[in-house]
């Protein structure tokens, strides 16, 4: 089951995040609690769901799957969108989880946010979410070269977008 994570899922939100990032810290930009610590979603969870929302994916009461969706900050950049922090727990990978909260994440941006553009950023090494985004149906539109420093290695994103 897909829905709209809220106050009350906090601790399951932030366990599979801070499991996300120790699984694939080379993902994100920031660390745990640096960017990630327990506020950060209470500032999601306080959001207009037209501003940012976090979907999650239950299965038998846990949390297994999580997505963000952040609309622009700017006046001039309302009408996009960025997609953070798709995250499949492993023992639910393979089997449409991240395509259903892709899927929904979209359906709900489009709807609430009223958007005609959606962002993604995706780590060129990781192969099968840049497979889930053009199966969904993203364009690659350039590269950030260096765009993360893992300890002594630099990584290259992957930029994508979809027009809804």
């Given at each position: 089951m897909i829905k709209y994570l809220a106050s009350d899922d906090k601790d399951e939100y932030l366990d599979l995040l801070k499991d996300s990032l120790k699984m694939a810290p080379e993902s994100y930009a920031d660390t745990y609690p640096s960017r990630y610590g327990d506020n950060h979603f209470d500032k999601i969870a306080e959001s207009d769901i037209a501003e940012k929302f976090v979907l999650g994916f239950w299965e038998d009461e846990e949390l297994v799957g999580m997505i963000e969706f952040q609309r622009g900050e700017f006046t001039k950049t309302k009408h996009s969108g960025i997609i953070k922090n798709l995250f499949v727990h492993p023992g639910y990978r393979k089997k449409g989880v991240g395509k259903s909260l892709l899927f929904e994440c979209i359906k709900?941006?489009?709807?609430?946010?009223?958007?005609?553009?959606?962002?993604?950023?995706?780590?060129?090494?990781?192969?099968?979410?840049?497979?889930?985004?053009?199966?969904?149906?993203?364009?690659?539109?350039?590269?950030?070269?260096?765009?993360?420093k893992n300890e002594n290695e630099y990584l290259t994103e992957s930029l994508m977008y979809l027009e809804i």
């Open positions: 709900n941006a489009k709807v609430t946010s009223r958007i005609k553009l959606i962002y993604a950023g995706i780590i060129e090494n990781s192969n099968s979410a840049h497979e889930l985004f053009e199966k969904v149906g993203f364009h690659e539109y350039g590269i950030k070269p260096r765009a993360f």
